[in-house]
């Protein structure tokens, strides 16, 4: 295993994953949005960068996740901001199926 494997952390089980939509998880200390849109998974931070709202809470459409607080919208893909109020972008983690589990790379 080299010292890059050791980035990636078991964030949940694959079964666990919404279709077409996403879930908060607490993941190495953080709270994490892992998103599923097709079938590709993506993860960003939880937290709304203008709002502080969890965006597990928000709508999914697309690979916009929207905030339930004041309806800002980021690209779930890369963490930019689509929409005002929102002008931050959010973290993102690099994620990777394995099996049966998500892993996310945190480091």
Not at 57 to 69: A, K, M, T, V, W
Request: net charge negative; charged share 25%; hydrophobic share 35%.
């Amino acid at each position: 295993m080299s010292s890059h494997d050791t980035d990636w952390v078991d964030a949940l089980a694959a079964d666990d994953l919404p279709q077409d939509d996403v879930i908060g998880v607490q993941v190495a200390g953080r709270d994490i949005a892992i998103y599923t849109a097709g079938d590709a998974v993506y993860a960003t931070d939880n937290t709304c960068t203008h709002g502080h709202a969890r965006l597990c809470d928000g709508f999914l459409e697309g690979h916009e996740i929207e905030c339930p607080l004041h309806q800002g919208k980021f690209d779930v893909r890369d963490g930019r901001p689509t929409c005002a109020p929102a002008d931050a972008p959010l973290r993102c983690y690099p994620v990777r199926v394995e099996g049966r589990r998500v892993l996310l790379r945190i480091g």
